[in-house]
C-alpha cells in the first residue's frame, strides 16, 4: 500500500492499488445489502409496492416532461468541463513556461469567459 | 523511529516472498491487505460521524442529541444500523431491479475511492499517482451517475424529478470545483498529492484563501448538504432521489453522504491545509494522520456549521449563483494566480506570499462592492409596485352573497 | 500470458461486450447505462497504454458530461419504455456483408504493419508526461496554434448549441 520511502516504486503498483480498491469497493456496499436479505422480512403486498406520491394514487406514467433547461445548463457544463481540462496539462507545466506561455492560457480562458458572458447575455442561464 | 506502516508492509512482503510466492503476487496481496484495512477503518469512521453529526446538531439547536444508548449517546449509530438492516426492503412496482439496487452500491463505492488517494502520512498513501486530482474529480461524477440511476430506477415521478434537479446543480458546481482545485494543481507544479502536501510551505490557505473558499461553497453543493440540498428538501420533494428507498439501502445513501462529506473535508484539508503536515511530523510519522483529521474534522464542522445556519436556497439562485458569480470568479482568480506566480518566480517566499494574499484580498474586495451595487438593484427591482391578484368584478353574484 | 495481458483481454472483452449491448438493447436507458461501461473499459484501455492522464480524462469528460448530457437528451424525449418491433431492418445482409469486409480489411491491414515489430525508445525514468504535454501545448515550436483554436472552437460549440437550443420565451 506504502511507496516505499527513498525509490520511488513503478507507475503501475499505484495503479494496481486502484485498480484493487475498484474491484473491491463496491462489495462493501453489497455485504451490507447482504445482510437485510437473510434477515430481513419480505412480504411484498401491492399496497407497499406502490409508487409513492404523498399519500394519493399514482395517475399519468411515470415520465415527466422535462425541461430543455437541464440540456442547455448539461451542454454549457460540458464546454466548460473540457477547456478546464485542457489547462490541467498547462498547470503542471508552470515551471517551464515563459511568461508568454502563461498569457496563452490566459488568452485560452479568456475567450470561454466572453463565451460564458454570451450565454449570460442571451438569458440562457436563467433556470425559468 | 521509522515509518511503522512500511516496516510492518516489508516485513509481511519477506514472509510472503519466504513462501515462494511471486513478486506480482505478494504486491497484489499487500493491495488487498491495504485496501482492506484502508475501507474497514473508513467505515467504522462513518459509523462515528452519524454520532458526530446528531450530536452537533443538537447542540446548534441548544439541545442534547442522543443520549439514552449507551455513554453519551455513542451506541447509537450502531442501533440505527441494527435497525436499517432488520427493515424491510420494498421495492416500488416497475422498478428497474438491476439498477435499483446497484445505485446506492455505487453512491458508497465512489466516496470509498476517494480514499485511495488521501496522503495520511509523508510516506503513506493508498496510491500515490500523479493525477490524483483529476482522479477525485472523476470518482465525483461517478458518483453523480449513480444519483441518476437512482431516481430513474425508482419509477417515481418525484424521484425523477429530484434526481434531476440533483445533477443539475451538481454538474453545475463541478465547474467552479475544478477550477479551485486547478489553482494549488498550478501552485504546486503537479497533479499528485503527495507533492502539492510537500509543497506546501506555507499552507495555500495563507497563499490563495479565495480558492478555499470556492472549493468549501462548491464542496458543499456536490455534497447536496444545506444551503444547497434543494435534492433533499423534505418540505418541498419529499426526499428527492431516494424516496422510493428503505432500509439498508436508503442506510447506503444517507452513510455515503456524511462519509462523502468527511472525505471532502480530508481532501480540503489535504490541499490547502498542509494535510499531514505539523511540528515533528517527519521523526514520527505516526503523527501524520492525527493532524490530517484533525484538520478535516475541523473543515467537518465549518460544514456542519453552514448546514444549521443558512436556509435553503432555491434552484434557480443556487444555479444563478454558480454560473454568474462563482465560475466568473474561479477564473479570474485563476488568471491572477497564473499571471502573478509567474511575475514572482524569483521572489522570496515572504514577498510572495504577501503579494498573493493582498491580490486575494483585493479581489474579495472587489467582489464585495460589485455584489453591494447588485444587491441595492434587486432590492429596488424587488421592491416595485406588483399588481395583486383579485378576482374579477362581475355583476352576479349570487354565490358571495348580497351586499 | 502475462497478467497485463489477461487485465487487456477482460477489459476487451468488457468494452465491446458493452458495445454489442448498446446497440441491441430496447431500454434507451439501459443502452446509455451500457454505453458507459464501455467509455469506462476504454478508459482502463488507457491506463493499460500508461497514460494516466488520459484515463481521469476520459472518466471525467465522456462518463461524467457527455453520457450524462445523453441521458439528459433521452429523458427529454417521450419514449424511454421498450420499443416494439423488430430491431433489424430489411437491409440487415448488407449491413452484415460490408461489416465482415471492414473487418476483414483492417485485419489484413494490421497484420502486415510492421510496426509491431518496432521497439519503442525507452523513457528516461523520471518522464513525466503531463508535463511534457503542457509544454508542448503551449510552445510555439509545439501545439499553441491547436491549442487556441480549440478554445475558439468551444466557443464556437457553445454559441452554436445556444443558438440552436434556445427558445426565447417571450
Redesign the interface.
Known sequence: MASPDGF?AH?LND?IFI?IFLLLAPIFPAAALLIPRLIAPRKPNSLKSETYECGIETYGET?VQ?K?Q???F??????F???I??L??????????PM??VF??V??IL??V??LF??WR???LEW? | MSDPVNSIAEWLRTILASWGLSE?LITVILAVLGVVILATFVLVVDILLVWIERKMVARFQDRFGPNRVGPYGIIQPIADVIKLLIKEDIMPMGA?KF?FNLAPIIALATVLLLWAVVPLAPTVIGAD???AV??V??????G??GI??AG?ASNNKYA?LGA?RT?ATM?AY?VPMIIALLIPVLLA?S?GMQTIVNAQSPWYIFIVPLAAVILFVSSIAELGRTPFDISEAESEIVAGFHIEYTGMKFGLFYAGELLHALTVSALIATIFLGGWRGPYVDQLPLLGPVYLFIKAFLVYYLIMWVRYSFPRVRIDQMLGFNWKFLTPLALFLLIVVAILDKAMADVNTVWYVLVMLGANLLIVWGTMMILRRYARIERVRIAEERPVARAPESDNNELVGQE | MT?MQV?FLVTAVVSLGGAVMVVTTRNL?HAA?WL?LTLFGVAVMY?LL?A??F???Q???Y???????M???I??T?R?KQEPGSSVNKGWWLAGLMALVLFTALVWMLSTWPGFQTTLPELP?DF?S??????A????EGY?IP??I???L??A???G??AV?????S
Request: aromatic share 16%; no cysteine.
Open positions: 520511488k507507475m495503479w485498480g415520465w422535462f430543455a437541464y440540456y442547455i448539461a451542454l454549457v457544463f460540458l464546454i468541463d473540457i477547456e481540462v485542457f490541467y496539462p498547462w498547470a503542471v507545466a508552470f515551471e517551464q513556461l508568454f506561455a496563452e492560457g488568452l485560452f475567450i470561454l466572453a463565451g454570451y450565454t442571451k438569458g440562457v425559468v | 506480482g428497474d439498477i499517482i500523479n493525477v483529476l482522479y474529480v472523476a470518482i465525483g461524477s461517478i453523480t451517475l441518476i440511476m430513474w425523477l434531476f445533477v454538474i463541478e507544479r497533479m | 497478467v487485465v436507458i447505462l458507459i491506463g500508461s494516466p492522464f484515463t481521469v480524462i472518466v471525467v469528460i462518463i461524467g458530461a457527455i453520457a450524462i448530457l441521458i439528459f437528451a429523458m427529454l417521450r424511454v525514468q513525466d503531463i508535463k511534457v504535454l503542457g509544454a501545448l503551449v510552445s510555439t499553441v491549442f487556441e480549440a478554445s475558439v468551444l466557443l460549440a457553445l454559441i448549441s445556444v437550443a434556445w427558445e426565447r420565451k
